[in-house]
């Protein structure tokens, strides 16, 4: 490999910082996207994620990095309540009152983000993220935010596939939609937080998306979706890890790490899906000739 | 005398305080299989939520299965309608009718061998024991179908209700869910089932409820008739409900130019 090397680029401190935060977001992520790939919530997400915007800003002004986290959590339990409300609306009303609240939110933040004095690095800091300065104390506050999340995966994981599955049957059940969609929303939303320290508030929704999405056009068996998610996530996160510091090293490029895992993930996700409809199309037409021969 | 499944005193059913069905007084005993027969916005789906206690009573009593329909629900069965199913999701048969248990076992509870050994049983009870394994999507309309109504069997209901469960079935998958409403009949159990289709009514069911739709559009429906299907199930109570003259009554379908022009 490089003048470096890999297993000693991973043994530097803040490396190898970067890489378990990289871990515990794979995991999270996993098992959080499954289910905002099962129920179609990709937009929720975005506008969770963007909701949280104004949270971090605010807290990053009162209380320093020690406020982000907590002004986070605020703003992201506010935003998922206030969605699940949506959800209740239902079609085009849900996504309207989605995008007016997302946008609305995120302009929220600019404007009291404009007001601080150091404004252009904070703002970068919030959008783009800063893996590679994680702190030991960020790393033990991405775990418990993620460990909650999964947590609450872990109890409405059965309402949640039902919700998904068949929303008329889950609904003659007589269970509650309102806490499932909640439950998912806060999940989310605590994802989104314990992601944004690491990626930034415009890379993380690519961390909850793309490796389910790559993911469940590799399998077709439900619970090896999480763990496929999981380790395409690490995978992306080690290759753009490396990828930034050794550009760093050699050509004194600073690449924003989370945007290379982004683009790494994006890149499988097109290989992946050419490979498949390649694939399709090759049993498409064995198929045809095996009738023209019959 | 046994308590009946389900009787409705003047009741009437809908959202928001306006009621979609009305003037319903009528006493379905137990082991009975209703048909419900009428034209789309005649408030058949909404009937059928207010026995689950899904749509309000907007006005006079329901009591299903002894108690209020909250309370009933847990001991009935439903087979909603198929169109709202992701078939995409790449789940077994077996975990769909898994589902039928959770309302029982919570989110934390396990379901356990007693739990396991219900839905084999209720997976044989339709027939699918040799695709349990396969995907939901990629089972026939038909077995689709039944597999639903395992997932209503798996809790072993006393009240099944099952909104238009014949849509889109070739004739083979029609004969088997036939079959199988009355087997569930014959087991004691009460069936209400939603169809266009007189088939149904005259092939697996006691009874029938025939729905018209109000007398003006947003109105809400009424019943033309109930009663013993040989009693019930006449050409005017047929006309009446559909508001239509040209109806048609055969052995097999009800035809109306209102239902054939509805998209």
Known sequence: MTDVGLFAMFSLPFMMRALVAIAILSVAAGAVGVFINFRELEFVSDGLVHAVFPGLVIGMLVGGSAGLLPGAVIAAVLAAALFALLGRTGGSGRDAGIAVTLTGLFSLGVVIVSRSESYVSQLQELLFGRILTVTVAQLWQIAVVAAAALVIIWCARRALLFRAFDPAGFENAGLNAFRTDLALNVAVALLVVAGVQALGVLMVIAILVLPVAIARMLSRVLWTLMPIATLIMFGAGNLGLWASFEWSVRGSISASPGALIVLILISAYIVVVGVSFAAQSLSRDSTERAQVAA | MA?????????????????????????????????????????????????????????????????????ARRRVGTLPQSDARDISLPITLRRVVTMGLYRNVGPLGRIGKLGREAVSRAIERVGLEHHEHRLFGELSGGQQQRAILARALVSDPQLLLLDEPFNGLDRENREMLLDLVRTQRDEGRTVIVSTHDLEIAQRACTHVLLLANGHLPGQPGHPTAFGPLDEALTLAAVQHAFHDSTVELDQHTVTTTREIDAP
Do not use: C, D, M
């Open chain 2, 3 to 71: 308590e009946p499944a389900v009787a409705l005193n003047w009741a009437a059913f809908g959202y928001g305080g306006e009621p979609r069905v009305e003037h319903l007084n009528l006493v379905v005993p137990r082991g009975a299989a209703v048909a419900l027969i009428g034209p789309n916005g005649s408030g058949k789906s909404t009937l059928l939520k207010g026995l689950l206690g899904l749509a309000e009573i907007t006005s006079g009593q329901a009591v299903v299965l002894g108690s209020t329909p909250e309370q």
